[in-house]
């Protein structure tokens, strides 16, 4: 067995991490096998963007990372301001203007077993490196996506509210997707109405109404998904969060689907076939060209 294999994914080797206080490199930005968040996915995380050196709603990231550390009776052992001002050193660390970050809080080491008493000392670290999720052209030409077979955590399972380290669920979905040839999946819950994808939230718009899923469908209140519907409200676009079904979608005159590393991408294809004229429709134009201006004033 040869687990020395060069790794074409492997990161660069002059990246910086923030660990637990310190900036080091990427080498020696090393969590322990028995950290809890390796052996059972116990942590929560962050995925953030900068833009030219502004991280875009960093204050609402970091109080969604405290509601699901919350959540999950995880105490983060860095202040708002700390974890903040970490945030932007990693950044500045690695000359990052436009990039993605990562902030993971762990469980920490501990025994094996589950429980979360038998560990200690939380672990804090940050990623900062450049995120391309989707192909430049796929923003004009639109996403083809299929419905996943793969059921969205259910409300009173790991809440799909905590963003946690255990994202498996979301990534046999993925699978299904890329077996698909097709790079998302649109997730449904318990009740078989519309969530989320696997990585963004959802939005559709018929006949002039823009349309997306509560957050009691099962899916992660998205910091895009927000700030979008803001956009919707200023440009006083009708607007309803609502149950949808994959009828809904089948029948939609536009879809688009929002995130942090996607930005606001139109969906043009949904199991084959096409949403609306199977082009991104007006509305899905206008609200990526408005993100697009609210990004570039500082957000
Ligand atoms: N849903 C899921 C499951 C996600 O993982 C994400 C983040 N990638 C989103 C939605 C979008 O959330 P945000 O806009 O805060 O990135």
């Known amino acids: 067995m040869n687990f020395d294999q060069p790794n074409p994914f492997a990161p660069k080797p002059?990246?910086?991490?923030?660990?637990?206080?310190?900036i080091v490199?990427?080498?020696?930005?090393?969590?322990?096998?028995?950290d809890h968040c390796i052996l059972y996915g116990d942590g929560v995380f962050e995925g953030l963007r900068s833009y030219g050196g502004k991280v875009?709603?960093?204050?609402?990231?970091?109080?969604?990372?405290?509601?699901?550390?919350?959540?999950?009776q995880l105490e983060i052992p860095m202040t708002r301001k700390e974890l903040s001002d970490a945030v932007y050193d990693t950044l500045r660390a690695n000359n990052i203007g436009d990039g993605y970050v990562r902030l993971m809080v762990t469980r920490g080491v501990g025994t094996l077993g589950l429980s979360p008493r038998r560990t200690a000392c939380p672990s804090v670290y940050i990623i900062t490196d450049q995120i391309d999720l989707y192909p430049k052209e796929l923003y004009e030409k639109g996403l083809a996506v299929i419905s996943s077979s793969i059921v969205?955590?259910?409300?009173?399972?790991?809440?799909?509210?905590?963003?946690s380290c255990n994202y498996l669920n979301n990534i046999l979905a993925k699978i299904e997707a890329m077996d698909a040839d097709v790079l998302e999946a649109v997730m449904y819950n318990h009740?078989?109405?519309?969530?989320?994808?696997?990585?963004?939230?959802?939005?559709?718009?018929?006949?002039?109404?823009?349309?997306?899923?509560?957050?009691?469908?099962?899916?992660l209140e998205g910091i895009t998904r927000d700030a979008v519907i803001e956009l919707i409200k200023k440009r006083s676009l009708p607007f309803r969060q609502m149950e949808l079904s994959r009828h809904d979608l089948y029948v939609a005159d536009e879809c688009f689907l929002t995130g942090t590393a996607?930005?606001?991408?139109?969906?043009?294809?949904?199991?084959?076939?096409?949403?609306?004229?199977g082009e991104p429709g007006p509305v899905t134009?206008?609200?990526?060209?408005?993100?697009?201006?609210?990004?570039?004033?500082?957000?």
């Not at 002059?14 to 310190?22: A, R, T, Y």
């Not at 490199?25 to 028995?34: L, Q």
């Not at 875009?56 to 999950?72: G, N, P, Q, Y």
């Not at 993100?291 to 957000?299: D, M, N």
Request: charged share 25%.
């Open 262 to 277: 996607a930005e606001v991408i139109p969906v043009t294809k949904i199991d084959g076939r096409p949403i609306g004229t």
């Open 25 to 34: 490199p990427v080498a020696e930005a090393r969590i322990s096998v028995f």
């Open 56 to 72: 875009f709603r960093l204050d609402e990231h970091l109080k969604r990372l405290e509601d699901s550390a919350r959540a999950i």
């Open 191 to 219: 009740l078989g109405n519309v969530a989320e994808c696997t990585g963004d939230n959802i939005f559709l718009v018929r006949d002039g109404m823009v349309q997306t899923p509560p957050i009691t469908a099962g899916i």
């Open 14 to 22: 002059d990246l910086k991490v923030f660990l637990n206080g310190k």
């Open 285 to 299: 134009r206008q609200l990526i060209e408005d993100f697009r201006e609210l990004l570039a004033s500082g957000g």
């Open 152 to 163: 969205r955590n259910h409300p009173n399972a790991v809440s799909p509210r905590i963003k």
